[in-house]
Every structure is written in structure tokens, then in C-alpha cells.
Nanobody, 126 residues
């Protein structure tokens, strides 16, 4: 069973930066495909970014140029560097994982992931 624990959320003013982290356990981390999703109150969960077990990255269009996803297989961690934050980035951010051997992975599709963390709140004020 894969366990995921997010950290790094908080409150920041518009234009600021935050770095989220997700620590994975319970499975060989290098064999996991990973993603970040977010959900604002009253809205559907949306994709933020994803990274394959081989390090290929995917970003949702609205995050390109502002967010960067990375992984450290030695530390079993997934990071999301968020710059130039906007009030509309306010949401609960979730880390997600999928065993890479399962096939049929669509990086920015929430239903492609089998394991989810509890989330970390990001609040951006204007």
C-alpha cells in the first residue's frame, strides 16, 4: 500500500512562492508515476502537474511558466515549486501516485491515480 504525505502549504501574498513536498512510502518510489492535483471549494479537482517514473514532466496549461514539478528518488519525495502565485491558485493540493507497471497512465487525469494523500492547503491573498 502506498502512503503519501504532503507538506509545505500555507498562506502567501499574490506574486509569492511556495514549495510543496510529498513523501511516499510503502512501495518502490522509483516505480511510481506521480502527480499533483488541486481542488478549490465548490470546484472540481483539477490537474496541476505530473511526472513519470522516468522523470518526464507534464504541466497543466495554466501552470506552465509558473510551476515546476520534480522528484528525488533517493529521498522518495515529490516537489512542486510554485512561483508567481495568484489568488485563483488557492486550493487544497493533493499528491497522487500510480504504480507505473499498471499501464494506461494519463498524467493529468485524476482517475489514472490509485493513491492519494490527505492534501495541503494553499491560500493566496491579493
Amino acid at each position: 500500500q502506498v502512503q503519501l504525505v504532503e507538506s509545505g502549504g500555507g498562506s502567501v501574498q499574490a506574486g509569492g512562492s511556495l514549495r510543496l513536498s510529498c513523501e511516499a512510502s510503502g512501495y518502490a518510489y522509483s516505480l511510481l508515476s506521480m502527480g499533483w492535483f488541486r481542488q478549490a471549494p465548490g470546484k472540481e479537482r483539477e490537474a496541476v502537474a505530473a511526472i513519470s517514473s522516468g522523470g518526464g514532466t507534464y504541466l497543466a496549461d495554466s501552470m506552465k511558466g509558473r510551476f515546476t514539478i520534480s522528484r528525488d528518488n533517493a529521498k522518495n519525495t515529490l516537489d512542486l515549486q510554485m512561483n508567481s502565485l495568484k489568488p485563483e491558485d488557492t486550493a487544497m493540493y493533493y499528491c497522487a501516485a500510480r504504480k507505473s507497471g499498471a499501464g494506461g497512465w494519463l498524467p493529468l487525469l485524476a482517475s489514472s491515480y490509485s493513491y492519494w494523500g490527505q492534501g495541503t492547503q494553499v491560500t493566496v491573498s491579493s
